[in-house]
């Protein structure tokens, strides 16, 4: 029943890589146990792609604007927003589970791994990055068989936005988990969090057009990271590239990524504050 | 201060607010010794397993593993514990095996190791042809036990149990008591047990009187119980403790 390697040797480099693979393996494997999340995560874009963007194509007409070189219709402009709101789901759904951890107790044995937390933490997200990225691909998929047309390249050069937005938008979710206190509180990051980032930014509607209604939507839409998210894939997806939204993008994921380390750290964190599952005696 | 203790717990206190659940606690658990905490619900004993495992920090004293400090080298103190919390904490969506790699993972040991240890492991603890079932299929006594399995895998030295036996039949409850007492005197493994049910608690052991966040008593159970055995000296000891805050 011995194993050969000495607790030092778990400790080391081969031990990090391993704990990371394993809490990646163990999200992928719930991921796959729940199909229907996979599914409710495809139809909910499909949804906007099929029935909205259609019905707004001839209400919205969208000029041109960088990266297009040529007038688009609706459904084109929409996309890239609909895989950033995947992705947008995605990281509160990880937020969700992390709440959900918490309270049945499993967040405890993850916590008291020998490894840092940061690197825990570091695992998770990226854990919650790869579901996204299958997710989007998926998406794009159907979308490039419902003819919105994206550059062959694009898709690869959408990848490290991809990643890097997911990134940005797990980290904020993994922020949210450490304020949210139980599992019922979660509707109001719905309102409070999901819907005001999706619908104040530029994934349904170019920023001029905004700003022709109102400038201070525009310019809380200009503030809001998630706009710069979705920029940030629209131009790697026409194979142009857009420095400010990849500066807000990578800014945003350092401080809410160093915000959750702090929030999960031992001696100033949640579970200082909150104590233990619910249910245990003291 | 002996070097062979496998925990030292050194005037540790902790606050939720302004409530104090823990006042200056010390004890020591020595090496390959059971050492029942035992205390009423709402002693503090949970808090203080939290603060062992550090989920969190106490606010004063310090917490050693095998003399590894867990606020400076909580990596090394961290990788000699086994712990099985109160609360369940196996995933049910995932098999048994499934939830063994993952924990070893987080302890560094890759899934070839992980997986030979965990068969061995749940041979011992009499589930070897359940590796493949998911765990939402396994009785409550079941699942204890694979959680034990689980503490063990990255071959701990010293093994925390907060409450285990609570909400299990008699029959599981003993199995469970005998199995970590085996590994005691088999593998020399140091235990804290947590519980507040005397029975589980034999006369060789160790045992902390944990109330209302103060240790009232330790040592050995020889000891610390009076003539009318550790039940009576519990009570009086509780008693007396409650009468002197009346008065």
Known sequence: MSSTVTVEGRLGFAGYATCFSGIVRREFLRFVNQRERFLSALVRPLVWLFIFAAGFRSVLGVSIIPPYETYVLYEVYVVPGLAVMIQLFNGMQSSLSMVYDREVGSMRVLLTSPFPRWSILLAKLAAGVLVSLLQVYVFLAIAHVWEVDIPPLGYLAALPALVLSGLMLGSIGLFLSSLVRQLENFASVMNFVIFPMFFASSALYPLWRIRESSEALYMICLANPFTHAVELVRHALYGSFDPTALSVVTLVTLVFFVLAVLAYDPARGIMIRRGGPAGETT | ?247
């Open chain 2, 1 to 247: 201060m002996s070097a062979a203790d496998a925990l030292r717990v050194e005037n540790v206190s902790h606050w939720f607010g302004v409530r104090q659940v823990l006042s200056e606690v010390s004890f020591r658990v020595p090496q390959g010794q059971f050492v029942a905490l035992l205390g009423p619900n709402g002693a503090g004993k949970t808090t203080l397993f939290a603060i062992i495992a550090r989920l969190y920090h106490s606010r004063t004293g310090a917490v050693r593993v095998f003399e590894r400090d867990m606020q400076r080298e909580p990596s090394r103190a961290l990788a000699d514990l086994g712990i099985v919390f109160q609360a369940r904490t196996l995933d049910p969506d995932l098999t048994i095996g499934q939830n063994l790699v993952y924990h070893a993972a987080l302890h560094g040991i890759v899934k070839r190791h992980a997986v030979e240890r965990s068969a061995a492991l749940l041979a011992r603890v009499g589930l070897a042809d359940r590796m493949d079932d998911k765990v939402r299929t396994l009785s409550g006594g079941q699942a204890r036990r694979v959680e034990i399995a689980r503490a063990l895998i990255h071959q701990p030295r010293l093994l925390l149990l907060d409450e285990p036996t609570v909400g299990l039949d008699m029959a599981s409850r003993s199995d469970i008591v005998a199995d970590i007492r085996a590994l005691v005197r088999e593998e020399g493994l140091s235990v804290l047990w947590a519980t507040h049910i005397l029975d589980e608690i034999e006369p060789d052991d160790g045992v902390v009187v944990l109330h209302e966040g103060q240790v009232i008593a330790s040592g050995p159970v020889r000891s610390v119980a009076s003539e009318g055995g550790l039940a009576t000296a519990f009570h009086q000891l509780t008693n007396d403790r409650r009468v002197k805050e009346n008065a």
